[in-house]
């Protein structure tokens, strides 16, 4: 009886009242800083399609004052990470305030992971002058997802410039040096055209590794299959994902150098992508091809020559000697001209396309002044 009497006694007593506290007005920094952290962690926020790898560093939708940007693309972050892990993070500042960040933009078909061995490299030089290095994946790529059309240059600028504030960067405040290759050069140009468009400083220096401002030169299509052109390899993509399914990873590398003409390295490194069937057993290429289609073709007409020329940045370009003929002598003889509008350019002789794998101590040779 005495127990029923306390339960009746505890059912009685009312629920104790949370404490009131007078709610603080937040500052626009401390807004900012808010939006920021939600970007970067609202991946808890929503379902996240198994279909595009990790919920860690990507966000379906998100919530907030991000909310009506990212609902037009349909994420908010890029995937990324920090060179050396989360510990080299953008969390330092050299003057108590500045933060020193090099971003490394891949190109086409790739992913962030394809400029590990350079970055970590890299890393080692500047490091110690306070510098980090952040890798991202673009949409539609890696581990990024596709988001909604329009897939366009500006678009994967926004991408860019909204990551770097998720995460914890300010490109009005904080020193970057921003490098591109192939696709991710002219991605880098946009960032900048967008920055210098919203009176922000530019970086210190915009690198483009092998990637032409303008238009390449054009070439017949037996002269891109003897080459393997990005051009014909993302032809072949296109191919082979139309089948769908294959086997395992082996076979669909089989298909790619046998039925579509790749070389034995060049399909190994494009079955990389592969991920498993949804429907269980075989693989199929990962990558959004309809995605990454627009995104080349808007590489392909996007002219930033315009940028070069109005000589209000620090712009640098590394051509590779064996992929001259890819520019043309129009370009490389417009690239000559703009020497005296703060467009510095080196060739790497002995290097192809992929100069950060032909002539990578070259490659950190010439970008090293930037970081001093």
Same mark, same amino acid.
């Given at each position: 009886r ?10 009685r007593?009312?629920?104790p ?28 926020a929503?379902?996240?399609?198994? /279909? ?11 919530? #907030? ?14 995937? %990324? ?10 969390s330092?500042?050299?003057? #108590? @305030?500045?933060? $020193?960040?090099?971003? &490394?933009?891949?190109?086409? &078909?790739?992913?962030?992971? +394809?400029?590990?061995?350079p970055?970590?490299?890299l890393l ?7 510098? $980090?290095?952040?890798q991202?994946? %673009? ?8 988001? !909604?059309?329009?897939?366009?240059? /500006? ?6 410039? !909204?990551?770097?504030l998720a995460?914890?960067? /300010?490109? *009005?405040?904080? =020193? ?13 140009l ?28 054009? $070439?017949?299509? *037996? =002269? !891109?299959?003897?080459? @393997? ?36 390295p ?8 592969v ?9 199929r290429?990962?990558?959004?091809v #309809? ?14 020559? @315009?940028?070069? *020329? ?14 001259? %003929? ?14 005296? $509008? ?6 790497? =002789?002995?290097?192809? %396309? +992929? ?12 970008? !090293?002044?930037?970081?001093?």
């Amino acid at each position: 009886r005495r127990r029923r009497r306390r339960r009746r006694r505890r059912r009685r007593r009312p629920w104790p009242a949370a404490p009131q506290t007078p709610s603080p007005v937040a500052s626009p920094a401390a807004v900012a800083a808010v939006v920021a952290v939600v970007a970067a962690s609202a991946c808890t926020a929503a379902p996240w399609p198994a /279909e595009h790898g990790p919920a860690a560093s990507l966000c379906w939708r998100t919530t #907030g004052l991000e909310a009506g940007r990212t609902r037009a693309r349909g994420f908010a972050v890029l995937a %990324h990470h920090w060179a050396g892990g989360p510990s080299q993070g953008a969390s330092g500042s050299v003057d #108590g @305030q500045r933060k $020193r960040v090099c971003v &490394l933009l891949h190109g086409i &078909l790739g992913s962030k992971s +394809n400029w590990n061995t350079p970055a970590r490299r890299l890393l080692t030089q500047i490091g110690p002058l306070g510098w $980090r290095i952040l890798q991202l994946d %673009h949409r539609a790529h890696g581990q990024s997802p596709a988001g !909604e059309a329009p897939h366009t240059m /500006e678009a994967c600028a926004a991408d860019v410039l !909204e990551t770097l504030l998720a995460a914890g960067v /300010e490109p *009005e405040r904080d =020193e970057l040096v921003v490098c591109g290759h192939s696709f991710g050069g002219k991605v880098a140009l946009a960032v900048l055209r967008s920055l210098l468009e919203s009176g922000t400083p530019p970086p210190r220096t915009t690198w483009l590794f092998d990637s032409m401002p303008g238009r390449p030169a054009p $070439r017949s299509t *037996e =002269e !891109e299959r003897a080459e @393997q052109s990005v051009s014909f390899v993302l032809g072949v993509v296109e191919a082979a994902a139309s089948p769908g399914l294959y086997a395992d990873r082996s076979a669909l590398v089989d298909a790619l150098a046998s039925e579509h003409g790749l070389a034995k390295p060049l399909a190994q490194w494009v079955a990389q992508g592969v991920k498993p069937s949804a429907c269980g057993g075989g693989v199929r290429l990962g990558y959004d091809v #309809g995605a990454v289609r627009a995104m080349y073709d808007s590489y392909q007409a996007t002219d930033m020559w @315009q940028v070069l *020329e109005a000589g209000t940045a620090d712009i640098g370009i590394v051509v590779a000697g064996r992929n001259r %003929h890819a520019w043309g002598d129009e370009n490389l003889s417009r690239l000559d001209a703009l020497r005296d $509008r703060r467009v510095q350019t080196a060739v790497l =002789e002995g290097a192809g %396309h +992929n100069v950060h794998v032909d002539d990578l101590p070259g490659l950190l040779k010439v970008v !090293e002044p930037s970081f001093v």
